[in-house]
């Protein structure tokens, strides 16, 4: 965990194309509106945290970016492409199962309760993706996993089941096992909110590496520390809207709208 | 029931308090002596009972390895695997049917549960048996063709009626193991890039196969004892060679008992093995796996060599 991660080449990135772009996202389920026009743009190599209260909609608007849930109007782009839709002239198909699958493996995600494997070891768990998606061989698959692992600090723990780690050290897994696909954009839903007080600070040592070697992160969380001091940018959301954006440190010592003020007086 | 503790105790007696190991009198359950006690008295009267009857206790294993019965266990074990077989490839199917969004395969896989869990296996072995009288032919157009009572022997009658039925229980216990699995593993695996196939197969059903396993023993269980319905459809197994060889040796009795005792024996056997397919399928749900029985005999040992070491 102390050594840091290899520097992307993200010179070579066209930095012209955001990495995910929203354009009025609006989201129900049932009768319910959770997502109700959210406009906003991730810039490649950027991190990315969205804050709010719990059912402002931060996690919906995540899970919408790599398709788990469908939006029901606007567009959501991730480097330039449609999310979930092909457009030809102005019809809209909606993509295949098999191409859905197949942009997701550019996209990792990290869950609030982690959902490592339970039935395989941790290494068993990042080679997983690498060998049935890819058909990388396995020997191979392994290598790199171990690599990864190393890298999360749990090379000891390769053979271990997730019911034999502790909370952080799965997380930190989970967050390997997104890696291993090589994404160009890394998605965490709350990953330390399910963790004890003690464990936080090694999972938000990881992401923080991740951070430093160019990873474009979109990061969904409650940590305020993490994100005034690894976040580029920062949103508040409430109520399915984005209520105020901008850099995380100005955000969140001299917030303007009275909504985030006493969201901020709360949780600070 | 409650017992007095015992107050006379010298209080100056006590253990004072500190990491010395507690030693109290432990409490007495009278009333598990009694009830123990009264259960003893009924096993007793029960085997007197039948100590008492003209039992030709001799005729049992006399008959235990005769050929007839031999070849009895084999078709019952057979009957029993084939049936289960059709029955698990069945339920798979319609668990399957049932979960898919295609609210028409949902519906006749539904139908087909309620239809053959609804009705008795025998009423249903019956059926098969008798459709001859209202078919005279089966044609399966270009393939096949035959007269209908040439073509539904008593093995097939047995094997459709035991399979089709056990299919329909099958699909239920495969069901609750499909909808077992936490919804996050579904999507962790799609968030990995994986199709919904290669989920299914590789995460969703060997997590299933936990809920799915200790039933489906159940099930394996039940279905060698149900093959003793089929002989009724004139197919012999086990209990039908078992009868036959009563009838012609004038020891009708003894040879249900034989009968009995082989069923345990096989079933016995069964349980043996569907205890190692849960441990298998235990694995990384609990942090360490529970002993076998051997590993536990070994434990035992060893813990009291380990014993005598210390005192």
């Given amino acids: ?268 | 029931m409650t017992v007095d503790i015992d107050k006379t105790a010298d209080p100056q007696g006590a253990p004072p308090a500190g990491p010395q190991a507690i030693k109290a009198i432990p409490v007495r359950h009278y009333g598990r002596y009694v009830s123990a006690l009264i259960a003893l008295a009924i096993l007793a009267a029960i085997l007197y009972a039948f100590s008492q009857g003209k039992i030709n206790w001799q005729a049992v294993p006399d008959y235990f390895f005769d050929d007839r019965i031999m070849t009895g266990v084999g078709k019952t074990l057979l009957l029993t695997v084939l049936s289960m077989l059709i029955g698990i490839v069945g339920g798979i199917i319609l668990a399957v049917m049932r979960l898919s969004k295609n609210p028409v395969t949902s519906a006749i896989a539904w139908f087909y549960i309620w239809f053959f869990r609804g009705t008795p296996v025998l009423v249903q072995l019956f059926v098969w048996f008798n459709l001859g009288l209202v078919f005279e032919y089966i044609n399966l157009m270009p393939f096949y063709k035959d007269y209908w009572s040439n073509f539904m022997t008593p093995l097939l009658t047995a094997l459709l009626g035991l399979g089709l039925n056990e299919a329909a229980y099958m699909a239920e216990i495969c069901r609750a193991g499909l909808l077992s699995v936490d919804e996050g593993q579904t999507e962790a695996a799609h968030a990995l890039g994986m199709s919904h196939g290669k989920t299914l197969r590789r995460i969703i059903i060997p997590q299933a196969m936990r809920v799915i396993v200790p039933p489906t023993g159940n099930e394996v269980i039940n279905m060698l004892k149900t093959t003793s319905l089929v002989s009724a459809v004139q197919f012999s197994e086990l209990f039908r060679y078992a009868q036959d060889i009563g009838q012609i040796s004038g020891a009708p009795v003894e040879m249900y008992f034989l009968a009995a005792a082989w069923y345990l024996i096989l079933t016995s056997v069964l349980s043996v093995g569907q205890y190692y397919i849960e441990r298998y399928y235990a694995r990384g749900s609990t942090r360490n796996l529970p002993p076998t029985p051997w590993q536990r005999v070994k434990g035992h040992l060893m813990s009291f060599s380990s014993r005598k070491v210390t005192a």
């Avoid at chain 1, 995540?62 to 030809?88: P, S, T």
């Avoid at chain 1, 998605?187 to 990881?206: H, N, Q, R």
């Avoid at chain 1, 994100?227 to 399915?240: I, K, N, W």
């Fill in chain 1, 1 to 268: 965990m102390t050594d840091k991660l290899p520097q992307q080449d993200t010179a070579a990135r066209d930095t012209s194309v955001p990495m995910v772009k929203a354009e009025g996202v609006h989201k129900s389920f049932g009768q319910v509106e959770v997502l109700k026009g959210i406009d906003l743009e991730v810039k490649p190599g950027e991190v990315f945290c969205l804050i709010g209260p719990s059912g402002s909609g931060k996690s919906t608007f995540l899970r919408c970016i790599n398709h788990l849930e469908k939006i029901n109007a606007g567009r959501l782009y991730v480097d330039g492409e449609l999310v979930g839709y092909r457009q030809q002239g102005d019809k809209l198909y909606e993509l295949r199962d098999r191409e859905v699958a197949m942009k997701r493996r550019n996209i990792g995600m990290v869950f609030q309760r982690f959902n490592l494997f339970p039935h395989m070891t941790a290494v068993e768990n990042v080679m997983e993706a690498p060998v049935q998606v890819k058909g990388m061989n396995k020997a191979e698959a392994k290598e790199r996993a171990m690599q990864l692992l190393e890298r999360v600090g749990l090379a000891d723990r390769a053979g271990h089941y997730p019911s034999q780690l502790s909370g952080g050290q799965q997380q930190r897994v989970a967050i390997a096992r997104a890696l291993a696909m090589d994404p160009k954009l890394m998605l965490f839903d709350e990953p330390t909110s399910a963790l004890d007080p003690e464990l936080v600070g090694d999972v938000l040592d990881v992401m923080r590496d991740l951070a430093e070697s160019g990873m474009t992160m979109v990061v969904v969380t409650h940590e305020m520390g993490f994100a005034r001091e690894v976040g580029d940018s920062l949103v508040f959301m409430d109520g399915g809207v984005v209520v105020e954006s901008g850099n995380p440190r100005e955000v969140l010592t001299n917030p303007q709208h009275e909504r985030t003020k006493s969201f901020l007086s709360k949780v600070l």
